[in-house]
């Protein structure tokens, strides 16, 4: 009997050696096909920026531009392509972009489309140790004023892709769609067919349609049913930590120089606190804390939570750690805690948060995984399908967005020389090969770090410091470093 892949089902952990087993075993074959398939060279499930950059490579490369292409998204996206705020709201759903990324996001036609006075490059970075007295900073050798990278905020990165295809030859858009069940196709060929469809992937819909994929590309998130099909182990960890996100707008004005701008980040014993700025006098608030604490600051009143905030980047970590266990009056306690706080010398605080935007605080859970692989036989994964990362170096996105790049210019390669892009061997061996280890170092760099600002005190502590301070003396080391956090 044929080897055939089950309809997709949620079921539990099986270990690789097990996972192995079975996929030598006979399966049941997929439900009678109802109607003759709709064939695709590339569907993509998941419409983020992600699955759209890799959508949007592909159709306006010269190799790829005459490829069948089908997004499949459970969303609407009809809010995404008109979405639009005032200028004094922004999207808690914010990104740090590297050069790299927005190079690529460049050369496919879609960095044109954002709008330009909601990017926020910044110039410098500043990061220090709240347990000990050490600190590293990062621009780039003056007289230069390159950004480090850009801010904005996820809806405009996805409205601006969306609005290049648009200028594109059409791809199909189903919207609005779930996944009912994905399998192999039938043995026999369909009616007028000369295609033997029985290795590629079947899509049966929500809304009852029937795709079939040269090349199926997973870009579905964390909990990717797209992986789940294709039988690839996910291992890691979870981090016992929330990442609290926020929109806040800055007292005061900027001191420096006004077209330069700072990202501050501080290393608590909890996890990191960091403020990413945006335009005019508006940032994004990213605080690692623990599920408990995480709590503690979503059920606060903005005053209080704006004075958490504060405390965060200006008190010792024992005080801040005190007033997130408050019922209340955080307010007046920062006033006090701050009275008697010697600030740290040769520290650049950020200026002071002045509120933060209504209905813009929320959490989620921090964890680390890989997939054991990122393809299979017509299957790749990209982005949080593939992998998913600490926030506290804010590679998370650009990840995801060099993995859309890598796939296109594999399939581009692929199809240039003739070669069947749904093959392992043909296309996405290349792909793998280009991003797996290097994804992998990436992913080790930033839990190594998690774990190392995790430890509170001994020996520890003080190497750390030693090793940050030895670091910030270096001018060739920390330029390495933006070098590889750039792309």
Known sequence: MRIQHPPLSLKPYVCTSCARSIKLRSRRYATAVQSTPETYDVVCVGGGPVGLSLLTALRSSKQTSHLKLALVESQDLAPARTWQLPPSRYSNRASSLTPSSQSFLSQIGAWQHLDP?????????????????????????????????????????????????????????????????????????????????????????????????RLLVGADGFNSPVRSYAGIPSRGWDYNRHGIVATVKLAGVNNSNSNEKVAYQRFLPSGPIALLALPEDYATLVWTTTPEQASNLKAMPSADFVAMVNAGFRLNAVDVNFMLGMEKGQIEELDWRESVT??????????????????????????????????????????????????????????????????????????????????????????????????????????????????????????????????????????????????
């Open 342 to 487: 010697k600030p740290e010398a040769g520290t650049p605080l950020p200026r002071k948060v002045l509120n933060v935007q209504d209905h813009s605080v929320a959490s989620f859970p921090l964890r680390m995984r890989h997939a054991d692989s990122y393809t299979a036989d017509r299957v790749a994964l990209v982005g949080d399908a593939a992998h998913t990362i600490h926030p506290l170096a804010g590679q998370g996105l650009n990840l995801g967005i060099g993995d859309s790049r890598a796939l296109a210019n594999a399939i581009a390669f692929a199809a240039g020389v003739g070669g069947d892009v749904g093959k392992v061997g043909g296309c996405l061996e290349r792909y793998a090969g280009e991003r797996y280890a290097g994804n992998g170092r990436v992913m080790g760099v930033v839990d190594k770090l998690s774990w190392l600002y995790g430890k509170r005190g001994g020996a520890i502590v003080e190497a750390r410091a030693l090793g940050l301070r030895g670091m910030n003396a270096l001018e060739g080391v920390k330029g390495w470093i933006m070098r590889m956090a750039g792309g």
């Open 117 to 213: 006075t909601r990017i926020q490059p910044y110039q410098h970075m500043h990061v220090w140790d709240a347990l000990a007295p050490s600190s590293i900073s990062f621009a780039h050798p003056s007289p230069s004023t390159r950004p480090i990278a850009c801010m904005t905020e996820n809806p405009n990165l996805v409205r601006a892709l969306l609005t290049r295809l648009t200028e594109l030859e059409p791809i199909s858009i189903f919207d609005k769609t779930t996944l009912s069940s994905i399998h192999l196709g039938p043995k026999t060929l369909p009616p007028s067919s000369n295609l033997n469809l029985s290795s590629w992937p079947h899509l049966t819909l929500s809304s009852g349609r029937l795709l079939t994929a």
